[in-house]
């Protein structure tokens, strides 16, 4: 009789193989996390699986168990190792510039709201494949810091601590024009094999007009995200911008949800957007899902009540 133990020794899981008459048992020389959780064979008895879910995987800050199975012969010799829910770990390299908003329309507490925002973003992934630049733009673009001082020193308190709110006017197709061109440059520490993201936080009140930069940052392959935060985000003329600034489809986060923004996870669907609430709704988890012309957002969870859903994230 064959005998699974997925908590044996402290949860290392066991499989052991015993006599019935002599009800002697030996265990099988595996060391696998919860092994013996599966255990099963064929019609014939000639051949037996036993599988452990617990084996982990660690790649780029995230955990994913992936688990594992050993299929043996009518002896329980030579088993063969079957991994079909492992996949090959792949770091995507990011190079990330926040482009944010510091023009006089912007108030001095919402200027603080992205400050802390771009700390809280930079302190969560800081020993990821994301690397971070940050760019204020007013009347002018003024380089904060970029990948080079990131990476010498990411401490992002301290590469932020001497930004002052320009509280200027707002050129923001002639900054995004200043990213592209003057910061993903290896000069600036730019990764050649890195996605480039730029992630812009405005109202959308534009004192400029685009004339041709976000054709000329498409045609780079630069990915733009916008976070909506001020007065001004829903009027129409800041629509207008927001949705021609923004990547396809239009990824476009609005201020109700800001505050929120280091657990969001955005995924981008065909013709809408949704986005991972980690944490929500007493630790439940939930997903948001952004509704036509960014006009609102519709909130879907389980039930936090459900006993089962309890820190389900």
């Given at each position: 009789?064959?005998?699974?133990?997925?908590?044996?020794?402290?949860?290392?899981?066991?499989?052991?193989?015993?006599?019935?008459?002599?009800?002697?048992?030996?265990?099988?020389?595996?060391?696998?996390?919860?092994?013996?959780?599966?255990?099963?064979?064929?019609?014939?008895?000639?051949?037996?699986?036993?599988?452990?879910?617990?084996?982990?995987?660690?790649?780029?800050?995230?955990?994913?168990?992936?688990g594992?199975?050993?299929?043996f012969?009518?002896?329980?010799?030579?088993?063969?190792?079957?991994?079909?829910?492992?996949?090959?770990?792949?770091?995507?390299?990011?190079?990330?510039?926040f482009?944010?908003?510091?023009?006089?329309?912007?108030?001095?507490s919402?200027?603080?709201?992205?400050?802390?925002?771009?700390?809280?973003?930079?302190?969560?992934?800081?020993?990821?494949?994301?690397?971070?630049?940050a760019?204020?733009?007013?009347?002018?673009?003024?380089?904060?810091?970029?990948?080079?001082?990131?990476?010498?020193?990411?401490?992002?308190?301290?590469?932020?601590a001497?930004?002052?709110?320009?509280?200027?006017?707002?050129?923001?197709?002639?900054?995004?024009?200043?990213?592209?061109?003057?910061?993903?440059?290896?000069?600036?520490?730019?990764?050649?094999?890195?996605?480039?993201?730029?992630?812009?936080?405005?109202?959308?009140?534009?004192?400029?007009?685009?004339?041709?930069?976000?054709?000329?940052?498409?045609?780079?392959?630069?990915?733009?995200?916008?976070?909506?935060?001020?007065?001004?985000?829903?009027?129409?003329?800041?629509?207008?911008?927001?949705?021609?600034?923004?990547?396809?489809?239009?990824?476009?986060?609005?201020?109700?949800?800001?505050?929120?923004?280091?657990?969001?996870?955005?995924?981008?669907?065909?013709?809408?957007?949704?986005?991972?609430?980690?944490g929500?709704?007493?630790?439940?988890?939930?997903?948001?899902?952004?509704?036509?012309?960014?006009?609102?957002?519709?909130?879907?969870?389980?039930p936090?009540?459900?006993?089962?859903?309890?820190?389900?994230?």
């Amino acid at each position: 009789v064959i005998v699974g133990a997925p908590g044996e020794q402290n949860s290392t899981g066991k499989v052991y193989q015993c006599n019935l008459k002599s009800q002697d048992c030996e265990d099988i020389l595996l060391e696998v996390p919860h092994l013996g959780m599966t255990l099963a064979s064929n019609m014939q008895g000639n051949k037996m699986i036993t599988c452990g879910p617990g084996i982990e995987q660690h790649c780029d800050k995230n955990l994913y168990v992936s688990g594992i199975c050993y299929l043996f012969d009518t002896k329980l010799h030579n088993p063969k190792n079957i991994t079909t829910g492992y996949q090959k770990c792949l770091k995507g390299k990011v190079d990330l510039v926040f482009l944010f908003d510091g023009s006089a329309s912007m108030k001095t507490s919402e200027f603080m709201t992205i400050k802390e925002f771009m700390i809280d973003v930079m302190k969560e992934l800081w020993n990821s494949s994301v690397h971070f630049a940050a760019v204020q733009f007013s009347e002018d673009a003024k380089l904060e810091f970029d990948f080079n001082n990131y990476t010498s020193n990411p401490d992002p308190e301290k590469l932020l601590a001497n930004v002052v709110h320009a509280e200027q006017i707002t050129n923001t197709f002639k900054a995004i024009k200043f990213v592209a061109n003057k910061v993903f440059i290896s000069e600036r520490g730019t990764r050649k094999e890195a996605n480039k993201v730029i992630v812009i936080i405005t109202d959308g009140d534009a004192s400029d007009r685009d004339k041709g930069h976000i054709e000329a940052v498409k045609k780079k392959n630069i990915l733009r995200l916008i976070i909506g935060i001020g007065n001004h985000l829903n009027a129409p003329e800041s629509q207008k911008n927001l949705k021609l600034i923004a990547s396809e489809p239009k990824t476009l986060i609005s201020s109700k949800t800001v505050s929120m923004i280091s657990s969001l996870i955005s995924l981008p669907l065909k013709d809408r957007v949704i986005l991972g609430a980690v944490g929500a709704d007493n630790w439940a988890g939930g997903i948001l899902e952004q509704q036509k012309d960014f006009a609102g957002e519709r909130f879907i969870t389980t039930p936090s009540v459900r006993k089962e859903m309890e820190g389900a994230y």
